[in-house]
């Protein structure tokens, strides 16, 4: 019995995360968030996002679109990334360097978003390792912009907080565009990945937040 519940647990923890390009994109689509980010979503591989702010409860595997506690959120969370249907990840891609943003539209509200983007988290030099804990994507350098945890102000409807996942571009390193005293808000990730050659992104996943 205990392996069969351990079996099963293994298998669920396999479903939960987001396990298809076509749903993640139609997610994208139906919260606007192409439209709204100015990016174009064609994904190529899934972005897992894993949060584990609090080690008493089991970590939460991200699936887009799901609603996710604050506190939850309070801590970074772990990125991983497969390619659907790809046993290793593709020549073009390496095993990175990556590039991570985070970034709220809804900010301070999904009706009134003069503060957005709120750049939650951006950080490069992201290499695909197999760990402890399996399969990660592991920052090799401080991100540009610490992770800073959802904290949409009370009385607003829910926040998304949109994850994107860039192949790093050469020139990503040596930008001067943001670094950690840049105001987090009024980022814009379109114009800042035209200006860094990051392209669009080749994975994301997104969450909602309430107050
Ligand atoms: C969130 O965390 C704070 C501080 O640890 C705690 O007081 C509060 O009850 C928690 N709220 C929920 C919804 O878990
Ligand atoms: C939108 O939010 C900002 C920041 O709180 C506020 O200054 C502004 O008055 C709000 N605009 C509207 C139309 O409510
Ligand atoms: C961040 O960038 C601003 C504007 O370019 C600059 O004045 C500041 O010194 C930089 N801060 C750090 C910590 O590099
Ligand atoms: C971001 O910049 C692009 C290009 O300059 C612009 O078209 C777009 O409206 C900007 N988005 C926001 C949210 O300001």
Redesign the pocket.
Known sequence: MVIVSKIITFLALQFVADSSLRTVKQAFKNAKLPHTL?IEFKPKALLDVVFLADTSKPPIDVIAGMAVLKNDTSTQPSFSVTFPGKRVIPPEYGSGPFVVTVLDPDAPSPQNTSW??VRHFLAGNFYFEFGASGPQLVNKTPAVSDWKAPSPPEGSDAHKYAFLLYKQSPEFNDQTLVNSSTPIKNF?I??FAVATGLGQPIAGTFILVAP
Do not use: Y
């Open positions: 100015g957005a983007q814009n379109s114009q």
